[in-house]
């Protein structure tokens, strides 16, 4: 970060160049990400990134908590997946733990999962697409995603910051009637991403700004540690949910879109196509949802039922010692990865036999894909940048942690 | 709930595809390894290090092309004091292999590895700037996430977790 340094990052180059700053409060920076522009008229000639305006010092305050206290943190890292936050960071620990956990509650994470990719896109779409200027998607945008986030405080009590899943398990049973909720969202969203779809996949103006724009070749992409969309959409066909799967992914039936062209366009369409597969888990999620326990059986792990916690001594003072001195994590280290809405989200947590984490690290997708931005903007023109900035999907607070 | 208990003997783990490609290569590159919950950790000699990712990253059965993550863990007050930890991929064999260098206190520094990977540049330069770790070769090693002006690297354990007051 640099923005008390009062030297200018780029120096400027001979009289022909001038350097433009973009941001932090930029609108179509997605939050507060400044790009310093190094321009020959309306070309781009060099760009440099500048982060660290929203660091929170997140992975500092992880090493003074309880395992248990950290999932609220993670929440807070990528505020438009929370949920797979969550799921990244405990499944996490419990791989360091050892611990099993009942295939109901790995179900329900799935289809959680999935929704809270459906949720993220459509932020991305509606964002993205009202950077280029196709104001209305937004609204039909946040129309649905105003129906997740309300099946979101149905599950959670939170719109947002959900913190729903629990080191072996989840918080609570869902409540009743919410499958049939998301039934039916499941049931009317394809008919919706279709209308997203009329409103800009063959639309004139939309494939101007965007095919053939911010290329990146599939050399790059690996080389500048891309994932998600942002890989996919330069034809390298991988996906954590498919290739390496965790929490039952390999139950599920479904496609990973590809697209070989490498510009705004392909990664338009392969999260596009992505919100449809996502849609497809959900069904299956569904209708394959096993019965049985939502919790791990690890009383010293997992807070015991509200019910048995007041009549039962044990559970009483199970209860009282997770809450007061937390549970203990045998020593060792793992890496955790997860397929997050843009990309590989990674936990890498070390233990040193106590109930705080040693360390934990969070290897955040978007982090690694803005470096693949002055690779596609560099040589191409000034209001591409937007363009460009929008189809990787940023999160800032990912980046800034 | 059954852990098995790690495995950090370099005989049984000899036959590891990616310990015997660095074996192959150079056995004082590898200083030990370690075998734990389904995760494989290769210790390599700092002077090396970016050496044994180029050897990894062009293993012909099982390339490790894809640098995962770059970070550090700081041990104090044991010495060496920190592990700089390398997370790297196998797109085409979905293989994932950590590797770690160990360091001690006084003036830490590693080669860098942006010539191997240049997406290894922000995860170095997160490294340099909440930890102090100098990454030699790195082209732009400034501070990424705290400003320019700071004092003291953050994630450092001896820092405190309210900061300096």
């Given at each position: 970060?640099?923005?008390?340094?009062?030297?200018?990052?780029?120096?400027?180059?001979?009289?022909?160049?001038?350097?433009?700053?973009?941001?932090?409060?930029?609108?179509?920076?997605?939050?507060?990400?400044r790009v310093l522009l190094e321009i020959d008229g309306e070309t781009v000639v060099r760009m440099m990134p500048d982060i660290g305006f929203l660091h929170t010092g997140i992975e500092k305050t992880c090493e003074a908590k309880f395992y248990q206290q950290v999932v609220p943190l993670t929440d807070r890292i990528d505020y438009l997946c929370p949920m797979t936050n969550n799921l990244c960071y405990v499944?996490?620990?419990?791989?360091?733990?050892?611990?099993?956990?009942?295939?109901?509650?790995?179900?329900?994470?799935?289809?959680?999962?999935?929704?809270?990719?459906?949720?993220?896109?459509?932020?991305?779409?509606?964002?993205?697409?009202?950077?280029?200027?196709?104001?209305?998607?937004?609204?039909?945008?946040?129309?649905?995603?105003?129906?997740?986030?309300?099946?979101?405080?149905?599950?959670?009590?939170?719109?947002?910051?959900?913190?729903?899943?629990?080191?072996?398990?989840?918080?609570?049973?869902?409540?009743?009637?919410?499958?049939?909720?998301?039934?039916?969202?499941?049931?009317?969203?394809?008919?919706?991403?279709?209308?997203?779809?009329?409103?800009?996949?063959?639309?004139?103006?939309?494939?101007?700004?965007?095919?053939?724009?911010?290329?990146?070749?599939?050399?790059?992409?690996?080389?500048?540690?891309?994932?998600?969309?942002?890989?996919?959409?330069?034809?390298?066909?991988?996906?954590?949910?498919?290739?390496?799967?965790?929490?039952?992914?390999?139950?599920?039936?479904?496609?990973?879109?590809?697209?070989?062209?490498?510009?705004?366009?392909?990664?338009?369409?392969?999260?596009?196509?992505?919100?449809?597969?996502?849609?497809?888990?959900?069904?299956?999620?569904?209708?394959?949802?096993?019965?049985?326990?939502?919790?791990?059986?690890?009383?010293?792990?997992?807070?015991?039922?509200?019910?048995?916690?007041?009549?039962?001594?044990?559970?009483?003072?199970?209860?009282?010692?997770?809450?007061?001195?937390?549970?203990?994590?045998?020593?060792?280290?793992?890496?955790?990865?997860?397929?997050?809405?843009?990309?590989?989200?990674?936990?890498?947590?070390?233990?040193?036999?106590?109930?705080?984490?040693?360390?934990?690290?969070?290897?955040?997708?978007?982090?690694?894909?803005?470096?693949?931005?002055?690779?596609?903007?560099?040589?191409?023109?000034?209001?591409?940048?937007?363009?460009?900035?929008?189809?990787?999907?940023?999160?800032?607070?990912?980046?800034?942690? | 709930?059954?852990?098995?208990?790690?495995?950090?003997?370099?005989?049984?783990?000899k036959n590891h595809p990616a310990v015997a490609r660095l074996l192959g290569w150079n056995t004082e590159a590898v200083t030990g390894v370690k075998f734990d919950r389904d995760e494989m950790t290769i210790y390599v000699d700092r002077a090396h290090i970016r050496e044994a990712c180029v050897v990894l990253k062009d293993d012909p059965a099982c390339p490790f092309n894809f640098l995962s993550d770059v970070?550090?863990?700081?041990?104090?007050?044991?010495?060496?004091?920190?592990?700089?930890?390398?997370?790297?991929?196998?797109?085409?064999?979905?293989?994932?292999?950590?590797?770690?260098?160990?360091?001690?206190?006084?003036?830490?520094?590693?080669?860098?590895?942006?010539?191997?990977?240049?997406?290894?540049?922000?995860?170095?330069?997160?490294?340099?700037?909440?930890?102090?770790?100098?990454?030699?070769?790195?082209?732009?090693?400034?501070?990424?996430?705290?400003?320019?002006?700071?004092?003291?690297?953050?994630?450092?354990?001896?820092?405190?977790?309210?900061?300096?007051?």
């Amino acid at each position: 970060m640099a923005h008390l340094n009062p030297t200018p990052v780029l120096e400027p180059g001979q009289d022909r160049t001038m350097i433009l700053n973009m941001g932090p409060q930029h609108p179509s920076t997605h939050g507060v990400l400044r790009v310093l522009l190094e321009i020959d008229g309306e070309t781009v000639v060099r760009m440099m990134p500048d982060i660290g305006f929203l660091h929170t010092g997140i992975e500092k305050t992880c090493e003074a908590k309880f395992y248990q206290q950290v999932v609220p943190l993670t929440d807070r890292i990528d505020y438009l997946c929370p949920m797979t936050n969550n799921l990244c960071y405990v499944l996490a620990v419990e791989k360091l733990l050892g611990l099993e956990i009942p295939p109901k509650a790995q179900w329900l994470r799935v289809l959680l999962n999935e929704l809270t990719r459906i949720n993220s896109h459509l932020v991305w779409l509606g964002t993205h697409a009202m950077d280029i200027g196709a104001l209305t998607v937004f609204l039909y945008c946040f129309r649905e995603r105003e129906e997740i986030l309300k099946i979101f405080e149905m599950v959670s009590g939170q719109r947002m910051m959900t913190s729903y899943f629990r080191v072996g398990g989840i918080a609570l049973e869902p409540p009743l009637g919410f499958f049939d909720r998301v039934r039916d969202f499941a049931g009317y969203f394809p008919e919706r991403i279709d209308q997203y779809e009329n409103l800009l996949t063959g639309n004139p103006i939309w494939a101007m700004r965007t095919k053939g724009v911010a290329r990146m070749t599939p050399e790059d992409a690996i080389a500048l540690g891309a994932t998600g969309p942002t890989l996919r959409g330069s034809g390298v066909d991988i996906d954590l949910r498919r290739d390496m799967p965790y929490s039952s992914y390999e139950k599920f039936q479904f496609k990973v879109p590809v697209s070989q062209e490498g510009d705004v366009f392909a990664r338009y369409m392969c999260r596009v196509q992505e919100l449809r597969e996502s849609t497809s888990i959900v069904r299956q999620a569904l209708d394959g949802m096993p019965e049985g326990a939502t919790k791990a059986d690890a009383p010293g792990i997992v807070l015991p039922d509200r019910e048995k916690m007041k009549t039962q001594m044990e559970s009483l003072i199970y209860h009282f010692k997770i809450i007061t001195e937390g549970f203990a994590v045998p020593a060792g280290e793992v890496y955790q990865a997860v397929e997050s809405p843009r990309g590989e989200m990674g936990y890498y947590i070390v233990s040193d036999g106590t109930a705080k984490p040693y360390r934990v690290h969070m290897r955040s997708a978007c982090f690694a894909n803005l470096q693949t931005l002055p690779k596609m903007c560099e040589g191409r023109l000034l209001a591409d940048v937007v363009a460009a900035i929008g189809s990787i999907d940023i999160v800032l607070g990912e980046i800034d942690r | 709930m059954t852990l098995a208990p790690a495995i950090t003997d370099l005989e049984q783990l000899k036959n590891h595809p990616a310990v015997a490609r660095l074996l192959g290569w150079n056995t004082e590159a590898v200083t030990g390894v370690k075998f734990d919950r389904d995760e494989m950790t290769i210790y390599v000699d700092r002077a090396h290090i970016r050496e044994a990712c180029v050897v990894l990253k062009d293993d012909p059965a099982c390339p490790f092309n894809f640098l995962s993550d770059v970070t550090c863990v700081d041990w104090y007050p044991a010495e060496p004091r920190f592990e700089v930890v390398y997370h790297l991929l196998s797109i085409p064999e979905k293989e994932r292999i950590r590797l770690k260098v160990r360091l001690n206190s006084g003036s830490p520094a590693v080669e860098s590895i942006t010539s191997v990977w240049p997406g290894a540049n922000y995860f170095e330069r997160e490294v340099f700037d909440l930890f102090g770790v100098r990454f030699t070769g790195h082209p732009y090693l400034r501070r990424i996430l705290m400003p320019e002006d700071w004092e003291g690297h953050p994630l450092r354990k001896d820092y405190p977790v309210e900061g300096y007051r």
